[in-house]
Nanobody, 121 residues
Framework: QVQLVESGGGLVQAGGSLRLSCAAS????????MGWFRQAPGKEREFVAT????????YYADSVKGRFTISRDNAKNTVYLQMNSLEPEDTAVYYC??????????????WGQGTQVTVSS
């Protein structure tokens, strides 16, 4: 299965921005729908955003719609999550996932190790 490595997390003030990257290897990247999920302390993992194999379609959770943008570059085997207008409620470990459907966002079989995003008030 495909291996995924996230990067770009860190500490940012409320209202700021971060761009997460997910580099894929060990598979044919263009075969996979890709997704971003997050998990806050004491909470279950939740869906954030997905993008189809061709990048023609995207789908977002209501909590991030209008603030976050998912994109992919198949030539670089990389998927991105641009996060703007960040709020403390966005604080979580963010995970990249591959091999599911963009809609509904389910059945992802490959997962990265996660990258921490902390938003201070």
């Amino acid at each position: 299965q495909v291996q995924l490595v996230e990067s770009g997390g860190g500490l940012v003030q409320a209202g700021g921005s971060l761009r997460l990257s997910c580099a894929a290897s060990g598979g044919i990247f263009s075969w996979y729908a890709m997704g971003w999920f997050r998990q806050a302390p004491g909470k279950e993992r939740e869906f954030v955003a997905t993008i189809s194999r061709s990048a023609y379609s995207t789908y977002y959770a209501d909590s991030v719609k209008g603030r976050f943008t998912i994109s992919r570059d198949n030539a670089k085997n990389t998927v991105y999550l641009q996060m703007n207008s960040l709020e403390p409620e966005d604080t979580a470990v963010y995970y990249c996932a591959a091999g599911g459907s963009y809609y509904p966002p389910a059945n992802f079989g490959s997962w990265g190790q996660g990258t921490q995003v902390t938003v201070s008030s």
